[in-house]
């Protein structure tokens, strides 16, 4: 007895000497100790990823265009951070913490994209719907009384008069001059080393384009491309960040080499869309509209991001450009970055598969339906319709903040109804469970990237829509397993739906859709918390540049 009282004595002196030390700690101390391991954690939700590729086909040439297109695209960071933030070096001079400098880099802000647009540094408030593209202090019906004609412009700023307090806009070319200078210059550069002649005249174009705003003939050299290796996408292109209305675009770049082997086995599928978009699940009057059939399907590989396609959640195919009259005179081009999507199968979709997909159905969790999954999401981005039916004018422009994750939903939803369509006509080979086993292992993947992503919005109402109409059921241990007959029927239904939400340009009815079903509810948070405890990383982040291509100058 004696020992035994001497042994808990002893235990209740320790610990009362730990609490003494830790009550000696500043309470600061104590409180960068929790954030560092909470931010520990925020950076472990992503994987790193070497982007490299075989660059042993390439020219001479060629080779010595990847630095100067790589410095290019570099510059669209910098642009960028005006755009969503402000001023980087202002921000990352306030914080210590090198593990907070390194999350604030991957988010480009202080607010985490992974949950919400959640500020993760103290004394920061919530992140402008706007951005920084308007000022923050500016009300919607301010924006809407203002008398501009180019205030809804993609290409300008909305800026305040410090005396006056009246509103005023900025051309991206005023704004960004010298650097856009310096990027201008450095595609020139490229241009006279390219021998292809339509990459050529597209740099050339590109390099114009970002000196007066005006990039219709560079999109249209960029669709009559055919025969380029490499390739740059680079400029103010999509409108995420513009949560406010959705107007404005925010500048980004990739560097890119086509894997011209894959981009010959995708070039067929381009025929099927007249048929495809003729097949729509939906009345005549949503899909009059012709896909031009110009539009080309390639593979590439990845070998630098920038700007707005490199913060948070990564893309890993891309549909462009996204100028209505270029769509509907040429088409679009979707490209397919294969490495970086190899990347988030092999190191994400296959171990969520694992845990949340049910064993006797993980057989189906397949690359290749992965990739084609992907593919006709970037396809279906051309069906459809771009114009309303009412006189409301463009989707874009009836549907506001809420146009992009309706068009994600779309692309998502019609990609997997055109599998199914060129399934039964037998030009797709594989078993259909593979698509839509991968298609749910797919939707877990994206939900994670939270409702302040506009794919993650998209994901959320397809799986509350699924869920509803019996698509899947979740088991008693807690894996999912699907249920073919009626997800063909839901993937039909939903595709009908938000079909018809983008012909009426019914900005009521899609607020209320995001409103019910946009949401992640508590089991399957409970789902998602359980991937974070298993250290399943939600994204990647890129080991990238001229020394990991081994081009260093």
């Given at each position: 007895?004696?020992?035994?009282?001497?042994?808990?004595?002893?235990?209740?002196?320790?610990i009362?000497?730990?609490?003494?030390?830790?009550?000696?700690?500043?309470?600061?101390?104590?409180?960068?100790?929790?954030?560092?391991?909470?931010?520990?954690?925020?950076?472990?939700?992503?994987?790193?990823v070497?982007l490299?590729?075989?660059?042993?086909?390439?020219?001479?040439?060629?080779?010595?265009m990847i630095?100067?297109?790589?410095?290019?695209?570099?510059?669209?960071?910098?642009?960028f951070?005006?755009?969503?933030?402000?001023?980087?070096?202002?921000l990352?001079?306030?914080?210590?913490?090198?593990?907070?400098?390194?999350?604030?880099?991957?988010?480009?802000?202080?607010?985490?994209?992974?949950?919400?647009?959640?500020?993760?540094?103290?004394g920061?408030?919530?992140?402008?719907e706007?951005?920084?593209?308007?000022?923050?202090?500016?009300?919607?019906?301010?924006?809407?009384?203002?008398?501009?004609?180019?205030?809804?412009?993609?290409?300008?700023?909305?800026?305040?008069?410090?005396?006056?307090?009246?509103?005023?806009?900025?051309p991206?070319?005023?704004?960004?001059?010298?650097?856009?200078?310096q990027?201008?210059?450095?595609?020139?550069e490229?241009a006279v080393?390219?021998?292809?002649?339509?990459?050529?005249?597209?740099?050339?174009?590109?390099?114009?384009?970002?000196?007066?705003?005006?990039?219709?003939?560079?999109?249209?050299?960029?669709?009559d491309?055919?025969?380029?290796?490499?390739?740059?996408?680079?400029?103010?292109?999509?409108?995420?960040?513009?949560?406010?209305?959705?107007?404005?675009?925010?500048?980004?770049?990739y560097?890119?080499?086509k894997?011209?082997?894959?981009s010959?086995?995708l070039?067929?599928?381009?025929?099927?869309?007249?048929?495809?978009?003729?097949?729509?699940?939906v009345?005549?009057?949503?899909?009059?509209?012709?896909?031009?059939?110009?539009?080309?399907?390639?593979?590439?590989d990845v070998?630098?991001?920038?700007?707005?396609?490199?913060?948070?959640?990564?893309?890993?195919?891309?549909?462009?450009?996204?100028?209505?009259?270029?769509?509907?005179?040429?088409?679009s081009?979707?490209?397919?970055?294969?490495?970086?999507?190899?990347?988030?199968f092999?190191?994400?979709?296959?171990?969520i598969?694992?845990?949340?997909?049910?064993k006797?159905?993980?057989?189906?969790?397949?690359?290749?339906?992965?990739?084609a999954?992907?593919?006709?999401?970037?396809v279906?981005?051309?069906?459809?319709?771009?114009n309303?039916?009412?006189?409301?004018g463009?989707v874009?422009?009836a549907?506001?903040?809420?146009?992009?994750a309706?068009?994600?939903?779309?692309?998502?939803i019609?990609?997997?109804?055109?599998?199914?369509?060129?399934?039964?006509?037998?030009?797709?080979?594989?078993?259909m469970?593979?698509?839509m086993?991968?298609?749910?292992?797919?939707?877990?993947?994206?939900?994670?990237?939270?409702?302040?992503d506009?794919h993650?919005i998209a994901?959320?109402?397809?799986?509350?829509?699924?869920k509803?109409k019996?698509?899947?059921?979740?088991?008693e241990?807690?894996?999912?397993?699907?249920?073919?007959?009626?997800?063909?029927?839901?993937?039909?239904?939903?595709?009908?739906?938000?079909?018809?939400?983008?012909?009426?340009?019914?900005?009521?009815?899609?607020?209320?859709?995001?409103?019910?079903?946009g949401?992640?509810?508590?089991?399957?948070?409970?789902?998602?918390?359980r991937?974070?405890?298993?250290?399943?990383?939600?994204d990647?982040?890129?080991?990238?540049?001229?020394?990991?291509?081994?081009?260093?100058?």
């Amino acid at each position: 007895m004696r020992i035994k009282f001497l042994i808990i004595s002893l235990f209740f002196i320790l610990i009362s000497a730990c609490k003494t030390d830790n009550a000696r700690l500043p309470k600061k101390q104590v409180k960068e100790t929790n954030i560092k391991t909470e931010m520990q954690k925020n950076i472990d939700s992503y994987i790193s990823v070497k982007l490299t590729t075989d660059l042993s086909k390439l020219s001479v040439n060629q080779k010595k265009m990847i630095p100067l297109l790589i410095k290019a695209a570099d510059i669209m960071n910098e642009l960028f951070w005006e755009e969503t933030y402000g001023n980087k070096q202002v921000l990352l001079a306030k914080v210590n913490d090198k593990n907070t400098q390194k999350y604030i880099e991957i988010n480009y802000g202080p607010w985490d994209r992974l949950k919400d647009n959640n500020p993760f540094i103290d004394g920061i408030g919530e992140k402008p719907e706007g951005a920084n593209f308007y000022p923050s202090d500016m009300q919607k019906e301010e924006f809407e009384a203002f008398k501009s004609d180019d205030k809804k412009d993609l290409y300008t700023f909305v800026r305040r008069n410090e005396d006056t307090g009246a509103l005023y806009t900025v051309p991206y070319h005023k704004m960004f001059e010298t650097q856009l200078k310096q990027v201008a210059g450095l595609l020139s550069e490229a241009a006279v080393l390219a021998q292809d002649t339509s990459l050529k005249k597209y740099l050339h174009l590109r390099a114009k384009a970002l000196l007066d705003d005006d990039y219709f003939e560079s999109d249209m050299a960029w669709m009559d491309m055919k025969t380029n290796q490499l390739d740059i996408v680079i400029g103010p292109i999509e409108t995420y960040e513009d949560k406010l209305f959705g107007y404005k675009a925010a500048h980004e770049g990739y560097v890119l080499v086509k894997d011209m082997v894959w981009s010959k086995k995708l070039a067929k599928f381009v025929s099927f869309l007249p048929e495809l978009q003729a097949n729509l699940p939906v009345d005549d009057k949503y899909k009059q509209e012709k896909p031009a059939a110009k539009s080309d399907l390639n593979a590439y590989d990845v070998i630098y991001y920038a700007g707005d396609c490199n913060s948070g959640g990564k893309t890993i195919a891309i549909n462009l450009p996204n100028d209505e009259k270029v769509q509907l005179e040429k088409g679009s081009r979707r490209l397919q970055l294969k490495n970086a999507m190899q990347a988030k199968f092999d190191k994400i979709l296959l171990p969520i598969s694992d845990m949340l997909i049910t064993k006797d159905q993980q057989q189906y969790i397949k690359f290749d339906a992965f990739f084609a999954n992907t593919m006709f999401h970037e396809v279906a981005h051309g069906l459809g319709i771009k114009n309303t039916i009412n006189g409301k004018g463009t989707v874009r422009e009836a549907l506001k903040k809420y146009y992009s994750a309706l068009e994600e939903g779309k692309a998502d939803i019609l990609g997997l109804y055109m599998v199914q369509q060129l399934h039964d006509k037998g030009e797709i080979d594989g078993d259909m469970k593979d698509y839509m086993t991968t298609f749910l292992a797919s939707i877990f993947r994206s939900v994670r990237f939270g409702a302040a992503d506009a794919h993650g919005i998209a994901n959320m109402v397809r799986f509350n829509f699924f869920k509803d109409k019996g698509a899947f059921t979740r088991n008693e241990d807690g894996t999912y397993s699907v249920n073919y007959d009626k997800m063909g029927i839901a993937v039909k239904d939903l595709s009908q739906l938000i079909l018809s939400l983008q012909g009426e340009g019914d900005f009521e009815g899609v607020s209320k859709l995001v409103a019910e079903k946009g949401i992640i509810d508590a089991q399957l948070q409970k789902d998602l918390d359980r991937l974070s405890d298993a250290n399943i990383p939600v994204d990647i982040v890129f080991e990238q540049g001229v020394k990991v291509l081994g081009l260093e100058r």
